[in-house]
T-cell receptor, first 113, second 113 residues
């Protein structure tokens, strides 16, 4: 039972364009969502988060949108840079999950120069 | 501010042995969570400790255990190692778990032969 799903295994984007990574969840108890960037054999790097009381959060080139009714969130990266090439994970938690993050399977983003 | 430190970075063990991994969280953080990452299963939650108490546990056998010390440093132990325990083990630190940002260490790559 995969409660957090990233249905696109990979995404290829041209440098300077927008990258949009998507994530769906099924557990309505989730109320806090995070995006991480990861390189092989390294730990995930925190990018941005959003609470369920918001529908948008912005930090520099990164914006996360949350659609609670659709149980869907997306990460927008504008403009995309070659250094953004990595695996991106979305993760979800709830107030009672006590440190447990439930992760999606990840999306490999490749930004071409 | 120092990040999350995991030691050792790499480990090779023989089937049947046991192993202990260490995690030092960000100063001031009281929640430490452990995850296992494998190619087939993605990032799976092992357990979470807060103020020396295990508050949450994932779906792993009893061979996987952990503890947290009064300075918030945490260790996880795997006994009677199996080949399938080969994975990247990651620890994450956050202020209080739940609805807060979690920061990951570089991970320990365990190989069981």
């Amino acid at each position: 039972d995969q409660q957090v799903k990233q249905n696109s295994p990979s995404l290829s984007v041209q440098e300077g364009r927008i990258s949009i990574l998507n994530c769906d969840y099924t557990n309505s108890m989730f109320d806090y969502f995070l995006w991480y960037k990861k390189y092989p054999a390294e730990g995930p790097t925190f990018l941005i988060s959003i609470s369920s009381i918001k529908d948008k959060n912005e930090d520099g080139r990164f914006t996360v949108f949350l659609n609670k009714s659709a149980k869907h969130l997306s990460l927008h990266i504008v403009p995309s840079q070659p250094g953004d090439s990595a695996v991106y994970f979305c993760a979800a938690s709830s107030g009672t999950s006590y440190g447990k993050l439930t992760f999606g399977q990840g999306t490999i983003l490749t930004v071409h120069p | 501010k120092a990040g999350v430190t995991q030691t050792p970075r790499y480990l090779i063990k023989t089937r049947g042995q046991q192993v202990t991994l260490s995690c030092s969280p960000i100063s001031g953080h009281r929640s430490v969570s452990w995850y296992q990452q494998t190619p087939g299963q993605g990032l799976q939650f092992l357990f979470e400790y807060f103020s020396e108490t295990q508050r949450n546990k994932g779906n792993f056998p009893g061979r996987f255990s952990g503890r947290q010390f009064s300075n918030s440093r945490s260790e996880m132990n795997v006994s009677t190692l199996e080949l399938g325990d080969s994975a990247l083990y990651l620890c994450a630190s956050s202020s209080f778990g739940g609805r807060s940002e979690a920061f990951f260490g570089q991970g320990t790559r365990l190989t069981v032969v």
